[in-house]
């Protein structure tokens, strides 16, 4: 059975850091393709920070650049988000997903529609920052 958990969550101020973990039970040709999803009530779900085959490919949203940092332990299987100098606009339930694609660079691409490439996803986790 496959099974995406997540946790790391929580409350945090301004300028603060989480790192969010995501434990994964799916074979390694399922989560071929990894990543942190965020959604916010009244907006669509938007990709964080992706990554392929083992980290070599990630893509970032801009808001995100240069704070956050996905990664993941095959070893553990666990995908990670470090988040640093957290903004409120940060602020949303954050998803891990898990899926495969026939090239690697569907797995980063932020025009391709989630559900297409991840077929897995987490229970969530909230992620709430305070100004």
């Known amino acids: 059975q496959v099974q995406l958990v997540e946790s790391g969550g929580g409350s945090v101020q301004a300028g603060g850091s989480l790192t969010l973990s995501c434990v994964a039970s799916v074979d390694r040709y399922s989560s071929a393709c990894m990543g942190w999803f965020r959604q916010v009530p009244g907006k669509e779900r938007e990709g964080v920070a992706t990554i392929a085959s083992g980290g070599s490919v990630a893509f970032y949203v801009d808001s995100v650049k240069g704070r956050f940092t996905i990664s993941q332990d095959n070893a553990k299987n666990t995908l990670y988000l470090r988040m640093n100098s957290l903004k409120p606009e940060d602020t949303g339930m954050y998803y891990c997903?898990?899926?495969?694609?026939?090239?690697?660079?569907?797995?980063?691409?932020?025009?391709?529609?989630?559900?297409?490439?991840?077929?897995?996803w987490g229970q969530g986790t909230q992620v709430t920052v305070s100004s």
């Open positions: 997903a898990a899926g495969s694609a026939p090239f690697v660079s569907w797995c980063v691409d932020p025009h391709r529609i989630p559900d297409d490439v991840y077929k897995y």
